[in-house]
T-cell receptor, first 116, second 111 residues
Framework: GAVVSQHPSRVICKSGTSVKIECRSL??????MFWYRQFPKKSLMLMAT?????????EQGVEKDKFLINHASLTLSTLTVTSAHPEDSSFYIC????????????FGPGTRLTVL | TQLLEQSPQFLSIQEGENLTVYCNSS?????LQWYRQEPGEGPVLLVT?????EVKKLKRLTFQFGDARKDSSLHITAAQPGDTGLYLC???????????FGDGTTLTVKP
């Protein structure tokens, strides 16, 4: 099956610093990747859709200047949380979509961000 | 905006019992996926259904897509503690990738 990696798995940072999270599709090319945020015992909240070589599409209410997304290649997308604050603490998950599939998304293992 | 209502939200049962999780919408979907997520991990794809009335089986799990492609159900027979997790349904109206996720069903199977 399609494998997606995410790095780091856990990160603790001080308030005001920036954190970069990487999402890689290891065995397939992903023209589209998605970034989600998940709160405890809740479903996934889509933050943005990342398309290779173009600007990301952000969902309503998500600050594009705070959550910077770059999708420079068909196998790598990055999410940078800029000037992080404690309220940004959450579980961030990426997924990758294969063009030939029926909207099937393959998820990374997630990144637990804690902002002190 | 497409909405997917998933029920029940929480389910706690004893090992060996059967259960059904429902995913309902007023929108028609071109495909619908079911995922299972364990704490601290990403969701894992269980199945994709695309044809109205379709039934798919995965060992003790049976997935059904409604005739009108607006709803789906997941039935688990003889649940085991290893089935514990968050079950998510997701539907899309096109094959462009973006999906609408249900609110999830947290299943706990007690030994």
């Amino acid at each position: 099956g399609a494998v997606v990696s995410q790095h780091p798995s856990r990160v603790i940072c001080k308030s005001g610093t920036s954190v970069k999270i990487e999402c890689r599709s290891l065995d397939f090319q992903a023209t589209t990747m998605f970034w989600y945020r998940q709160f405890p015992k809740k479903s996934l909240m889509l933050m943005a859709t990342s398309n290779e070589g173009s600007k990301a599409t952000y969902e309503q209410g998500v600050e594009k200047d705070k959550f910077l997304i770059n999708h420079a290649s068909l196998t790598l997308s990055t999410l940078t949380v800029t000037s992080a604050h404690p309220e940004d603490s959450s579980f961030y998950i990426c997924s990758a979509h294969q063009v030939s599939s029926y909207n099937e998304q393959f998820f990374g293992p997630g990144t637990r961000l804690t902002v002190l | 905006t497409q909405l997917l209502e998933q029920s029940p939200q929480f389910l706690s049962i004893q090992e060996g019992e059967n259960l059904t999780v429902y995913c309902n919408s007023s929108s028609v979907f071109s495909s619908l996926q079911w995922y299972r997520q364990e704490p601290g991990e990403g969701p894992v794809l269980l199945v994709t259904v695309v044809t109205g009335g379709e039934v798919k089986k995965l060992k003790r799990l049976t997935f059904q897509f409604g005739d009108a492609r607006k709803d789906s159900s997941l039935h688990i027979t003889a649940a085991q503690p290893g089935d514990t997790g968050l079950y998510l349904c997701a539907g899309a109206s096109t094959n462009a990738g973006k999906s609408t996720f249900g609110d999830g069903t947290t299943l706990t199977v007690k030994p």
